[in-house]
């Protein structure tokens, strides 16, 4: 039976393995990475702000509030989904930093048999959720076949980028996040233009959002998969390769890794779904407008540090300990500092901005706004700490 990922290095390399041979630690190439990240989520912001305001400008807040929704529903799906995944990128990561390629075929051929069964059961209960949406969710009468179609979609669509996803980590093994982001960027243009047919050429719906995000990122798997194992032939399927021991230490990994991930997404997207059962559809839409910035600043942070995450697995790998320690804090300093560029005066100037880009009838998002910007001082300074404990195991402690 093939090793577990976690015995003695010694008993898993040949004493004369390369250590790094494409795992490279180097300031210039995670510069240029982060940069790409923040080029392409730049672009998706831009595509995001034009939707809202064009929608919320042609249609009744009660269509539009079926989207946050959603948006809040789906977001539990990498929970469900973190358990079997979280620890793939480490692991794949770090056999290669030990100079152990083949490692990445039987980490991949043992995960995916795995998340292939839960991607089953995910759809399963996906599609028994949409045939009772309406019971579940509060949603105008007029809008529950078009709700149960779009969830359909989001979950056939996210069922299928997990299974996949072990197959996706050529990209960072390589660290080529500026190719990977460059395709991000065309499967934006694509979701761009496909929005402007749609709802130019048939008309103004929420339901024209999701389909054209839909087959935008079912253009961008397949590209992003065929190109990764390109980079990295070993990301590949082998049946006799399978280890149950590797398995369900991947599973263990990311068991804990879903604990934080929970706490993650109840703190936003769990307000949203009890503003759905108590609230009205303007009270969703409020909280969803105002808290929109707050999550595309910490995501546009969260991208750009997300290069280093290669590079301090291996740093842990090479017991390179000081190096890891000066980029975690020197990385909190630097997030710090471009979230409150942009928070400070979206806090200070909320009501001025809201009023601008939504009108009077939102003016309750500004409150939401200046509350969501405050939270930044006091989650940047750590905000490599998650990445500390992915590199080093430590998703438990």
Known sequence: MAPSVSEDNASR???????????????????????SA?????????????????LLARI???????????TAVMIFAPLFFTLFTGGVARYVVDAYARGEPERVTQIASSIAPVIAGAGVLFCGAGLLLAGYV????????SMVEPTRVMLVLLVVNYTLQMVLLPFTMGF?????????????????????????????????????????AVISEQLHLAGVVYRSTQLVPEVRFRPRLFDWRAAKELVSFGGWTSLGQLSNLLYINGATLILNAHGTALDVTNFHMGATFFNQIRMMIRLAAEPLQPAMTAMHSLEDRKRLARTALRGGRYGLLVALLGATPLAIYSREFVQLYLGETFADAAIVLALFMIVFLAT????????????????RA
């Open 13 to 35: 390399a040949a004493p004369d393995a390369p250590k790094h041979e494409h795992v490279l630690l180097s300031k210039r190439l995670v510069a240029i990475n982060a940069a």
């Open 38 to 54: 923040v080029i392409a989520r730049v672009l998706n912001v831009t595509v995001l702000l034009w939707m809202y305001q064009y």
């Open 134 to 141: 309406e019971h579940v969710l509060t949603i105008t009468p």
């Open 60 to 70: 009744t807040p009660e269509e539009f509030a079926v989207y946050p929704v959603l």
């Open 172 to 212: 960072h093994v390589r660290q080529r996040f500026v190719e990977f982001n460059a395709l991000g960027i065309v499967r934006d243009l694509l979701r761009m233009a496909l929005l402007l047919m749609f709802l130019v050429g048939i008309g103004p719906s929420v339901f024209w959002v999701v389909v054209a």
């Open 380 to 395: 940047q300074p750590v905000t490599l700490l998650p990445m500390v404990a992915l590199a080093t195991a430590r998703g």
